[in-house]
């Protein structure tokens, strides 16, 4: 039943009950002996009494006329009971109506008789005697309420005492159904009430604008190698990687190039931590340099902090810095960034890349991966993580850029196991040198495999690839059979066709093993025909030159050569165009920044981005120095900060600068011209010389008449001077310098540095 007919229902019963009344009044003054024994009020106990004495069918018309009375109309009959039963007092009956009846029959409400001596409804209908006492006891109770429902079982009214002092009836049928249509209703109006909270609570958190996040490249844009960025939220910040880069070839006598670490010891006391993706040196190389200046707690996997580890040993810091060691899948809390591991696939082992959760979103950091289905070593790539995340949404994505120029995807690891299976037997009367990347840990655990299978000894050269794999023994990712691993000392006492050589300088560096043994200045392995040497590696950008000249050394010695552009003999150990396009497909970044790579390599990786359909003001390609701001509603650019090199020569450590490496280059393209004299602290005149001495500009004995022009012309600048009374050295240095070098230039269109050296006595 609705509200609707629940008011109509009592209405109308509000209707007949006035009739009654008024019938009623008429009634007692015509046949008073018809309501004497109803009319004074009754106290419950007398009630009862009455009701037991009454005969059967005026308690079954009693129970005709109040059968499924509606909830309303109960909850209005209770409310005018209490009300008339506060306000009755005694009262003198009114005179009679106007209306006469007849003898025997009472004259109903609208001037009719009754027949038979039935009184008359209001609604002018005869009733039955039953239905007539029903109303009289209706009208001694009072009007009923308009609202509410009937007490239930065991409610208490007025004054505690339940109703009429009689045991309660059972809810009938419209009862529960009317209680039954409350209760949902107050269900349904709680429900709206919460959910109207919680929208409101929605709303207040959406009003409520998240923070932004910065990124500071300060190294790995435009060049590969010397990755290392910094994250900042809220005043807290992480590092992410801290790697070296090898020198250009304009960069003469330099061993390492370091990122700046200014723009860090300035903000050392807000960052909480340094975070390790992978082991290889363009991550990690730096590391040491930086510990030395700001000490801060590192996390890593266990292979790459093993790799750490040897390191600060060799700078006296193993003892001295916080690592933590953390496994992909798990999680630590630096400030408000919660940093989460996660696995990928690179030709290091516990490679992993890193998702930032901070207030300001999630964003993702790849480090160096690729998608590999069969990979050499360990698992595939955690691609469910990834995409969970981007299902939950990502704010930014960092990714690797490095094979962003080469299309489909990168091979699997296991496609070098037939290379080497078939280049071993081509080479079964000669001595195998092999030149891989030292922490390529499954390169050479494929290498031992082919060496056990065709019974061949297993050496190990180079200073890194020693330590690489005893740690790779020591942590049980490498499985060397015993008796196959021999001290590279016991080689010469194995026949050639016996021996497998596993060595460095796959890069060609030049301090490494194998460029010593092209040059033939190895101690203990001298090459020559007879050696089948493969480099199993791509040479890193920039390296080209440099690997080229080793290998054609190599050629001259009688050697043969394979390389990574002969036979299947190297696979990338990062992703290509279609593993980065399914990346951003999967993780579904809000922005898109790539990193880790030259110029041309961050616009094709972001090529690849557009090509997807994300609107360009949406990716950020950045130069070392810059900073970007990352928010929910934006992405915008800030000012730069400084992010230059260090160069490290022998133990120097940024004592090589740009004034110096100019000089270098000075000298390796032009030489140096020393003039050296003495002349009098009196008068300024010559005492003995000049003489000119002559290194990398030309060969002395065969250019004597331009070294005595030279000679003759710094003598008249000198003697000038001493005319003029000028004494300052500064000016007699730089007479010489411009004189002589004009002269020089004249002579041999070349500009050599010139150096005076003059002693006063």
């Known amino acids: 039943m609705t509200e609707k007919q629940l008011n109509k229902s009592t209405s109308s019963s509000a209707g007949r009950q006035g009739a009654e009344n008024q019938n009623t009044e008429a009634g007692k003054e015509k046949r008073p002996e018809l309501y004497q024994k109803i009319t004074p009020p009754q106290l419950p106990v007398q009630k009862k009494q009455e009701q037991q004495q009454r005969p059967a069918a005026a308690r079954q018309g009693r129970r005709r006329s109040t059968q499924k009375p509606s909830a309303a109309q109960e909850n209005g009959e209770r409310q005018n009971t209490e009300r008339q039963n506060n306000e009755r007092q005694p009262q003198t009956r009114q005179p009679a109506q106007t209306n006469q009846q007849a003898p025997g029959k009472p004259i109903a409400a609208d001037g009719k008789q009754q027949a038979s001596g039935k009184p008359i409804a209001a609604d002018g209908k005869q009733q039955v005697p039953g239905k007539q006492i029903a109303a009289d006891r209706q009208q001694q109770a009072g009007p009923k309420e308009k609202k509410g429902i009937r007490p239930l079982n065991g409610e208490k009214q007025r004054g505690g005492r339940q109703k009429n002092g009689a045991k309660q009836q059972p809810l009938t049928a419209i009862q529960k159904t009317v209680q039954q249509y409350l209760t949902e209703q107050a269900a349904r109006e709680k429900k709206e009430a919460a959910a109207q909270k919680s929208k409101r609570g ?146 290091v082992p516990d490679a992993v890349a890193v998702a930032i959760h901070s207030p300001a979103g999630v964003v993702v950091h790849t480090g160096d991966f690729k998608i590999d289905c069969t990979p050499a070593m360990g698992k595939m790539i955690d691609l469910g993580r990834l995409a969970q995340l981007g299902n939950e949404g990502v704010l930014a994505l960092f990714s690797d850029s490095t094979n962003a120029e080469r299309p489909g995807f990168t091979k699997s690891e296991k496609s070098v196991d037939s290379s080497f299976d078939m280049l071993f037997k081509r080479a079964q009367d000669s001595r195998i040198i092999i030149a891989t990347f030292a922490s390529n840990v499954s390169r050479v655990q494929q290498i031992i495999n082919c060496a056990v299978k065709y019974g061949r000894k297993v050496a190990l050269s180079g200073r890194s690839m020693v330590n690489v794999m005893t740690i790779g023994v020591e942590l049980g990712y490498l499985d060397v059979p015993q008796g196959v691993l021999i001290d590279i000392d016991m080689i010469n006492r194995y026949p050639k066709e016996q021996i497998v050589l596993v060595t460095t300088g796959s890069q060609g560096e030049p301090m490494s093993a194998l460029t010593r043994m092209a040059f033939a200045d190895h101690r203990k392995v001298e090459v020559g025909p007879g050696d089948f040497i493969i480099i199993s590696a791509r040479p890193i950008p920039g390296n080209e030159k440099t690997i080229g000249n080793v290998i054609d050394e190599l050629m001259k010695r009688g050697c043969r050569v394979v390389y990574e552009s002969m036979y299947e003999v190297h696979v990338s150990g990062h992703a290509c165009q279609e593993e980065l396009k399914l990346m951003q497909g999967i993780v579904k970044p809000k922005y898109f920044i790539p990193v880790h790579g030259e110029q041309k390599m961050l616009r094709k990786n972001a090529d690849l981005s557009y090509a997807m359909g994300r609107d360009p003001k949406d990716v950020f390609i950045g130069d070392n120095g810059d900073v970007v701001e990352l928010n929910e509603d934006y992405m915008k650019r800030l000012a730069p900060v400084p992010a230059g090199r260090i160069l490290v020569d022998g133990l120097g450590v940024g004592d090589v600068g740009s004034i110096v490496l100019r000089d270098r280059k000075h000298l390796a393209e032009d030489g140096l011209i020393v003039v050296v004299c003495t002349i009098s602290c009196t008068d300024g005149h010559i005492i003995s010389g000049p003489d000119v001495v002559s290194r990398g500009f030309v060969y002395v004995r065969e250019s004597e008449p331009l070294i005595d022009e030279a000679r003759d012309l710094v003598s008249s600048v000198l003697q000038e001077c001493a005319e003029n009374k000028i004494h300052d050295w500064g000016t007699l240095k730089t007479r010489i310098k411009d004189e002589l070098s004009r002269l020089l230039y004249n002579r041999t269109r070349r500009s050599p540095m010139i150096l005076p050296i003059i002693m006063e006595v």
């Open 202 to 347: 929605r709303r207040g958190r959406q009003n409520q604008k998240k923070p932004s996040i910065k990124a500071y490249f300060l190294g790995g844009l435009n060049e590969v190698g010397k990755n290392f960025t910094l994250f900042e939220c809220e005043n807290d910040m992480v590092i992410v990687d801290c790697g070296m880069a090898f020198p250009d070839g304009d960069m003469l006598g330099v061993d390492l190039v370091l990122p700046d670490f200014t723009f860090v010891e300035r903000n050392a006391e807000n960052i909480r931590g340094i975070i390790l993706t992978h082991g290889h040196e363009d991550h990690i190389g730096a590391l040491p340099y930086l510990l030395k200046k700001v000490n801060l707690p590192i996390y890593g996997t266990p292979f790459t902090l093993a790799l750490i580890n040897s390191k600060l040993k060799e700078h006296g810091l193993q003892n001295s810095v916080k690592a933590v060691v953390v496994q992909p899948g798990e999680h630590a809390q630096l400030g408000c960034m919660d940093i989460e591991f996660i696995h990928v696939n690179h030709s």
